[in-house]
Structures are given as structure tokens and as C-alpha cells.
């Protein structure tokens, strides 16, 4: 069964480095999200893509955070600097096209980053 | 507008014994709904999805929900609980394409 892959699965820095994220979702999905997940809480959307596009990056941090998806298929979330509030699970997910609210978003395994 | 409240923030129960998770949302047209169960460390797996079909919806692992539109409820159940149900349990409320309002999460705990 295909699945989204993300790596690395676990990052520590430190505060003012960069970090970096990779997302590769299931091929021949059309949308990919970024999600960033703080513990306790539920995951909350930071920028969707719609083929290379970006569609919503309403709640994306931009003075430090950006996210690319240049070919339209796989993608990458970067911060800079990173801050110690930004330590969290950041998740990616695909969906075939992102055009109906009922459509499955399929979810890869995460990537937990800690900043000390 | 659209948000989601998960009424319980842990439940425990006995493995065997019959599991109810809560979810109640607000939306302002009819909503897709979501749940999703997600073990530590591990991505989000969905178990179910109510798509305005029928109101009674039948997942994976034994869970269903069902959708109650003069409560605007959607609770979760499983008539058995099993010790691999251990997990965060996350209710979803969808109106625009790809627009997730996640509910903050249900630990379900199992006592052998």
C-alpha cells in the first residue's frame, strides 16, 4: 500500500539553527499539506499545495518558516531561525485531488523536532 | 466557521468492555466528519468518515460513529475494546476543501 514518507523522523537542534523537513506524497496525489502537531494538542494546517502551487499558508509563520513544493511532487518545509516554541511533531499529508471535503488526507509518520 | 470539541481529553477503559469517545462540532453547512486514531510516534490513521451518505458509519478495527445532526454530534464506539486500542483519537470537522479543523485529542487508555 503506497504511503507518504517523511524524513528525518527525528531532529534535534538548537535555537537559531535551520531545519529542514522532506515530504514525499503518494504518487499521483495532487495536494499536500504541512501540519504542525504541539504536544497535547491536535495537528494544525500550515500550508496546503495544490500541485506546485501554494493554496492556504494562512497559519505559516513566514518570517522564519517557509515550505516549497518546486515540481509539484514532493516537498520541503524549512524554519529559520528555529525557536524553542517551534519544538513539535510536523506531519505531512496527500490527497488524490483536494477538491471535495470529503476526500481522505493520508498521513506520513512525522517528523519530531526538539529545539534546545 | 467551523471547530470541534472532543468532550473527553482521556478515557479508560477494560479491554472487553465497550469504548465511547465524544465529538461535537459546529459548522455552518452540513460538515464532512473524521476520525483518526494515531499511535506514539506514528502518523494519523483514519478509522472512519462520514461523508453525508449514511449516518450510522462503519470503520476499521470494529469502530464505528454516527452522525447526529439535531445534537451535532459524532461519537466513536466499539462494542469491545482491545488492548491495541490504546491510543490518541483525534475528531475532524471538513467544510472547505482540504480545510481540517482538528479536535485536541482523546487519550483511550486499556486496562488489561
Known amino acids: 500500500e503506497a504511503e507518504v514518507a517523511q524524513s528525518p523522523r527525528y531532529k534535534i537542534t538548537e535555537k537559531s539553527q535551520a531545519v529542514a523537513f522532506w515530504c514525499d506524497p503518494i504518487?499521483?496525489?495532487?495536494?499536500l499539506y504541512w501540519y504542525r502537531q504541539i504536544l497535547g494538542q491536535g495537528p494544525e494546517l500550515l500550508v496546503q499545495?495544490?500541485?506546485?502551487?501554494?493554496?492556504?499558508d494562512s497559519q505559516l509563520p513566514k518570517d522564519r518558516f517557509s515550505a516549497e513544493r518546486l515540481k509539484g511532487v514532493d516537498s520541503t518545509l524549512k524554519i529559520q531561525p528555529a525557536e524553542l516554541g517551534d519544538s513539535a511533531m510536523y506531519l505531512c499529508?496527500?490527497?488524490?485531488?483536494?477538491?471535495?471535503?470529503?476526500?481522505?488526507?493520508?498521513f506520513g509518520p512525522g517528523t519530531r523536532l526538539l529545539v534546545l | 466557521a467551523q471547530s470541534v470539541t472532543q468532550l473527553d481529553s482521556h478515557v479508560s477503559v477494560s479491554e472487553g468492555t465497550p469504548v465511547l469517545l465524544r465529538c461535537n462540532y459546529s459548522s455552518s453547512y452540513s460538515p464532512s466528519l473524521f476520525w483518526y486514531v494515531q499511535h506514539p510516534n506514528k502518523g494519523l490513521q483514519l478509522l472512519l468518515k462520514?461523508?453525508?451518505?449514511?449516518?450510522l458509519v462503519k470503520g476499521i478495527n470494529g469502530f464505528e460513529a454516527e452522525f447526529k445532526k439535531s445534537e451535532t454530534s459524532f461519537h466513536l464506539t466499539k462494542p469491545s475494546a482491545h488492548m491495541s486500542d490504546a491510543a490518541e483519537y483525534f475528531c475532524v470537522v471538513r467544510l472547505n476543501a482540504g480545510k481540517s479543523t482538528f479536535g485536541d485529542g482523546t487519550t483511550l487508555t486499556v486496562k488489561p
Open positions: 504518487s499521483g496525489h495532487a495536494t
Open positions: 499545495f495544490q500541485d506546485e502551487s501554494v493554496v492556504d
Open positions: 499529508a496527500s490527497s488524490f485531488v483536494g477538491g471535495a471535503p470529503q476526500e481522505t488526507q493520508y
Open positions: 462520514y461523508t453525508s451518505a449514511a449516518t
